[in-house]
């Protein structure tokens, strides 16, 4: 996960199209023109050897000559790509704010800063491109100068030799040499191509094997019915997102009995994500353990681990495809059970048949776009809920799942989360402290570690504590507690 949080996309992006382009398709074309043009010269200069055998003294310096000239304009054209690729992304980025900014820059009259910024990066960037093409025009004056010599060289040989070789040879020698002129020029070209695009090569290379890679997704026996309890243990968790970076859980020490629900509050930034990042093992552990019914985590492989439990995130992903495809991924559900988790997470109606497919209406067979943005927030949500009740994993994990859907739909969540998840573990974040004023215990957080760990009536009940600051802030009162009713109530 942190090789994402530290690569911008753009450039995985480029992995993934220009170089693999370039590598299957430039390089290809590239090595095979330059074996070509190099096979060729070769075979000349032996023509010419077999007849003319001083060629190869002449062949000595200005090969010498050549490999000069050719060296010296491989490490420049080398350095002014790189030179001009940076002042391109400049451009891209320069381009992409405007982009982005366009009712900003609107807004407070900008346009003419942004058009010369531009302007600017582009006169930048064309100058370095400049540069590549009068590195080229240097090489050809030098490779030109180099063939020209080996023409008057072969002529030189020609005339000299002009009573001892039939002239037929001699016409054959020149014509060729002739034509090597330009084919020498062409193979130098063609090697700084190769060269650039081994650099593709490279690059996909060091993704393919130095990236560090998460653990795999088996390893090891896991018993088909864990977890059979859903019993959590932290024990003295400690967690950095990478290395270099201060410790974000501070030794967590948590137990979760099986189908306990506990709430986790806190404010922004004290962990609260983060431990549920442990859990499912986006990252890894700097110390400590975490075990579920006796087993440890760490240990087991993460496709078997994540398997086992749902989660029902603050911001869900949803799939293109259909609300079936989304739901039940792998087609091991009926329709029937599909339906009534939709039903129990409050998107169709309990009076909504399940071949009901009129338009406008949520039914298993409506279409998901990409990403789900052809629903709400709150119903992409609500979908998430639906996706854990199917699953019916023995453990629940929210991340403020309710964020997004209104007070009523909330309370009927909160109804199907205490039925639907009966006898589950349950692990919710919340904002809104009403949610979860009735689980079993609160855990109140405060810079990566537990603050306050009890059940929700005795935190409340003592003075000065965290979670009575936060339920007074909310306007939470103790009868609350006891009918589920405290109105709108929201932490931070
Ligand atoms: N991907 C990440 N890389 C580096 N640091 C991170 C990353 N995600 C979170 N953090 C840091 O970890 C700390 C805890 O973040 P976390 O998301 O767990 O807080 P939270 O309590 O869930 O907050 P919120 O209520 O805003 O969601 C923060 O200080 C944050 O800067």
Redesign the pocket.
Known sequence: ??FF?TTPLGRIMNRFSKDIDIMDNNLTDAMRMYFLTLSMIIAVFILIITYFHYFAVALGPLFLMFLFSAGYYRASAREVKRHESVLRSVVFSRFGEALSGTACIRAYGMQDRFIRDLQDAIDTMDGAYFLTFANQRWLSVRLDAIGNLLVMTTGILVVTSRFNVSPSIAGLVLSYILSIVMIIQFSVRQLAEVENAMNSTERLHYYGTQLEEEAPPHLGEVRPSWPEKGEIVFDNVRMR??EG?PL?LQGIDLHVRGGERIGVV??????????M?TLFRL?ELSSGSITIDGVNIGSIGLHDLRSRLAIIP?DPTLFRGTIRSNLDPFGEHSDLELWTALRQSYLVTEEASLDDKSPGRIHLDGAVEEEGLNYSLGQRQLMALARALVRNSKIIVC??ATSSVDMETDQKIQRTIATGFKGKTLLC?A?RLRTIINYDRICV?DA?RIVELDSPLHLYDKPGGIFRGMCEQSGIKRENFFDGESGEVTV?
């Open positions: 996960m942190s949080d997102y990478r970076l974000v806190g404010r922004t930034g004290a962990g609260k994500s983060s431990i990042s990252v603050q991340d403020e974040i904002h957080m990566g931070e």
